[in-house]
Every structure is written in C-alpha cells, then in structure tokens.
C-alpha cells in the first residue's frame, strides 16, 4: 500500500524529499554562519575547505561545512524515488544514464561553450553600458584556485543536484507533459529549492529585507525556467546526465569568475535572462513537445 502511494504520489515525493533533505542540512549552516561572521557559498566553501587542507578553518564550521556540502538533497531523492518506484531496473537505468559519457562532438561544444558565451554577451552588454569602458573584475576567489573551485562545483553542485532534476525528474516529469512545459514545472520547482541560499542566508546577514521577498523569487524561477528549458533540449538530445552534470558545474564556474566577479550590475543583470532568449529559438527551431523535433517513445528520448 506505502509503495502504490509512493508510486501515485512520486513526483511529490521527489521533491519533497529534495527540499527536506537540502534545507535540513543547510539552513543550520546559514544560522551558524551568522552567528560565527563567517560566509557559505559555492566559493566561500571552497576556501573553506583550502583552510581545512591548511589546518586554519574557522573553529567549529566543519561539520556546517560538510554537512552543508554533500547533503546532495534532489540526487538523493531522485535516487530513493527511482529505487521506490522502479527497483533495480529503474536504478540501472537511471546509472546507465549518469555514466553516458559518449554523445556526438557537438555537444560536448555546446556543453562547455555555451556558457561562456552567455558570459562574454552579458559582459559585452555590461561594457557598452560602462560608457565603452572596461569593466572591472574582483573575482570571489583567485584563479588559483580555480581547479578546487572547479572540483567543488562538479560534487556538490552538478553531482548533488543532477541526478535529481535532470536524472529523475524531467523524464518523469516528460511522460505525462511536453518538454516545454515539463521545464516550466522543473524549473520553478528548482528556483523555489534555492530559497535558503537566495533568501534566508542574504535575509540573516541582513541583506534582503521581506519587501524584496517576492521580486527575488519571481526572478529567480523565471530566470531558471528559461535555462532548465536550454537543458532539457540538451538532455533531450542526448540522454546524458553525465553531461548535464557537467555543464551545471562549468555554467556555476563561468558565472563565479565572468558574471559574479565583474564590477558592473549590468552584467549581473543580463546574465540570467539571455538562457531565455536561447530558450525561444529552440522552442521555435524544435517544437515545445520534445525539444528535438523527434517524437518521444515510451515516455523517454533518443539521443541525436
């Protein structure tokens, strides 16, 4: 009866558990955080860890910061669902697909220069509005540490999340609704998973106050729709969660050192809404059922 429930009810679950999981393990962080003056973030923690390495972490964060870290919330809920409701072959499926490396050239291509080329838009936007001028970079962490920097966001951004939402999730999802609109239920379900990080953190450190509670949500889960609508096609073509993985930790590594370090709001600005206007061209390039102008079988993709 508990796994028919289950099985009714997974998506529910899915989500649920992937919040529970996350806030769980994050929101002690962020309260420990403000009570200690010390910063998490994808690169707070990374230098956070560098000081762990070196012996000087800050006394008493290691266990926030672990627990922080690796909660791995939707790809543990993605992997405990599928287990729930598909058994072994559901989870054999779900590895054969995290371990897709092989997918034609281009996509690879598109995996790692895709966002960068939203980088150097919004960055080209940011310089034209700076009067023609140069725009300034304070990076958050030093390019030397860019290869943990790089480690970090492939674990406990790509790793901890994609299994979830892309693994699990948007195939779910996709075999009771079309790619376009399965992005849409996807992404606002991811946007409004980030409200400890957008909202509760920002709001303890006293920089978001309850007025700007609703603009940040909204422009949060649109902002995230239009690029979950960018990986579905992508995912869609190539049924590779490996890749997805990888391109969620190279979008956060090109956003950390291009968009987030640039000393222009513009840029910041822009950034978040250019996925929508790839988004439009594919949905008119490929249709909105499918996003490959292929038709679905059995509730899964072929890959291109």
């Known amino acids: 009866m508990a ?4 099985v009714r009810h997974q998506l529910v679950v899915f989500f649920l558990l992937a919040y529970v999981i996350s ?13 200690e003056g010390v910063t998490l973030s994808n690169e707070a923690n990374t230098a956070h860890f560098l000081d762990l390495a070196g012996g000087e ?10 627990l922080f870290s690796f909660a791995f919330g939707p790809t543990l809920a ?38 960068v080329a939203l980088a150097l838009v919004s960055l080209a936007v940011a310089f034209l509005a700076n009067g023609a001028r140069p725009v300034g970079f304070d990076p958050l962490l030093p390019l030397g540490a860019f290869v943990p920097l790089l480690l970090y966001m492939l674990i406990c951004t790509g790793l901890a999340e994609e299994v979830g939402w892309r693994g699990y999730a948007l195939p779910e999802l996709q075999r009771r609704h079309s790619a376009e ?4 239920l996807l992404g606002i379900g991811w946007g409004l998973w980030h409200i400890p990080s957008v909202l509760v953190g920002p709001y303890l450190l006293g920089n978001v106050h309850l007025g700007l509670v609703v603009p940040i949500l909204l422009g949060l889960t649109l902002g995230i729709v239009g690029w979950t609508i960018v990986i579905t096609w992508i995912y869609n073509n190539t ?3 490996f890749w997805v993985i990888v391109l969620h930790g190279w979008f956060n590594i090109v956003q950390s050192y291009l968009i987030l370090s640039a000393e222009h709001p513009a840029a910041q600005a822009v950034f978040p809404l250019l996925p929508w206007v790839v988004a439009i061209v594919l949905l008119r390039r ?3 059922r499918t996003l490959t102008a292929r038709p679905v079988r059995d509730g899964s993709m072929q890959p291109a």
């Open 78 to 115: 993605g992997v405990v669902v599928t287990g729930l409701v598909g058994g072994r072959e559901g989870l054999r499926d779900l590895w054969r697909r995290v371990t897709t490396v092989r997918v034609a050239p281009r996509w690879v291509v598109i995996v790692l220069l895709l966002p």
């Open 3 to 6: 796994r028919t429930w289950v």
């Open 57 to 66: 972490l800050h006394p008493g964060l290691a266990p926030y910061l672990f």
């Open 181 to 184: 609109r399965a992005s849409w």
């Open 286 to 288: 490929y249709g909105a």
């Open 239 to 241: 049924q590779s969660v």
């Open 23 to 35: 806030w769980t393990a994050q929101l002690p962080g962020y309260l420990f955080a403000r009570r």
